[in-house]
């Protein structure tokens, strides 16, 4: 790691892994596009050394044996020692993939924290062990077992995020986990490797492999896994499914989105347009559950559009270091160039370009930014508003009653999120009940709700994240027979 990054965060500059590589991971600062640190990259060896000792911790290790208040009460370790160090995971991972740093503390890494100690109050409650009177007279002990070597891939939009909602209900299961970070956010995840040797967890529960795509491979093909957790484009989740089914690996998907927001007839479109600005464009747009198509009354969409274009417009654009920046780079020239392409074709499919553009925004000229753009006068059957952008580009559509913006949303691949605003909490939660979604907010965005389940249905992936499903999707479920006394 580069040595004034770590001085500059005060955290240890070596953070390599054992061992001699013959690659590594260049982590890229989005805002400068300079290079700030450098970490060693696993191979097939490493990788497969990794699962033999999260096998070995299953198999003979003391960790999923525990009773399941010793890791919970390991976790709550965890979450002490992470929340005395927030500060420096905010910045770091601001830095590696640009999101502003108000926003670092608050989501990026206040999430995170909120979630060890929600899914610890879970665990605390959750019926391990129940016996049941069977049907022929016996007893049935159903006993909740650890699902055992999980492997753990991330994407780098919310790294942290989606590694404790994977990790910790893991860990609180009493499995083993072999996590891989994607590789333009290796730094957060290393730093959390640091916290993890604090809490004294034994040899082979957690290990981190870097890399890119090719390690990932590796690690959800590999036959001693028992189940893979994965978030990411849904292009990458066919492969990883068809990867881990050669080897009837459990697998849980959490995909992309495209999801749609309903703006009711009796909606105000200034509380519209401050609702949208914050579910649709926090982290550049750079989330999945990102409210991305805007379904408008088509009587009143002017209305909607100046309001959102506004907004949009106002959003200062800039460093992701500094606190007053509302919106921060892409995280890689590639994604930059993929949004702009984007933009382009809408513009070429006959969307109206209400604000925004391909041009970089006002007083930057370095740095991967896409402006906030607004199409208005969309088609649903345009690509802008079929395929998933991740980043700040949202699309306007019309409808003329109920029933057609209800069509409208469901008249798409994904099926992660989407919302309903309205005057009428009663009415929009009718809308609810019809939309083809995992998710849904009335008046808001998705809120993530530790005790609730997330997760989608068609492209968007299948299994939950969160709540106490979350906890489920860790664990085996074995029915032992008593037979009666004589």
Known sequence: MDQHLGEYLGIEADWSLDGDRAETVEVISPHTEQPIARVAAAGPAEVDAAVAAARAAIDQGPWPRLDPAERIAAVRRL?????????????????????????????????PTMMMSAFCDLAETYAW??????????????????????AAVVPWNMPQFLIVTKLVPA??????????????SPLDALLLSDMLKEIGLPDGVVSVVQGDAGVGAHLVGHASVDKVSFTGSSAAG???????????TKVSLELGGKSAAIILDDADPETVAAGVRSASLSNSGQICNALTRIVVPASREHEFVDALA????????????DPATELGPLVSRRQQQRVRDYIEL????????????????????????????????????????????FGPVLTVIGYRDEDEAVAIANDSDYGLAGSVWTADPERGIGI????????????????????????????????????????????????????ASR
Request: glycine share 14%.
């Open 79 to 111: 979450a002490e020692i992470y929340a005395g160090r927030r500060g420096e995971m905010a910045q770091l991972i601001s830095a590696e993939m640009g999101a502003p740093i108000t926003f670092a503390h608050r989501a990026q890494v206040g999430l």
């Open 129 to 150: 062990h129940e016996t049941r009177a069977g049907f022929f007279g016996s007893d049935v002990r159903i006993q909740k077992q650890p699902v055992g070597v999980v």
């Open 171 to 184: 860990l609180l299961a009493g499995c083993a986990v072999v996590l891989k970070p994607a590789p333009e």
């Open 238 to 248: 066919r492969a990883v499914a068809a990867a881990a089914a050669a080897n009837l």
């Open 310 to 321: 506004a907004r949009m417009t106002a959003l200062v654009v800039g460093d992701p270091a």
């Open 346 to 389: 809408g513009q070429r499919e006959g969307a109206r370009l209400a604000c925004g553009g391909t041009e970089l925004p006002d007083g930057v000229d370095a740095g991967w930014y896409v402006r906030p753009t607004l199409f208005a006068g969309a088609d649903n059957s345009m690509r802008v508003a079929r395929e998933e952008i």
């Open 432 to 483: 609810a009940e019809r939309v083809q979604t995992g998710t849904f907010g009335v008046n808001q965005g998705y809120t993530m709700d530790p005790f609730a389940p997330f997760g989608g249905i068609k492209d968007s992936g299948y299994g939950r994240e969160l709540g106490r499903e979350g906890l489920d999707g860790y664990l085996e479920t074995k029915s032992i027979a008593v037979a």
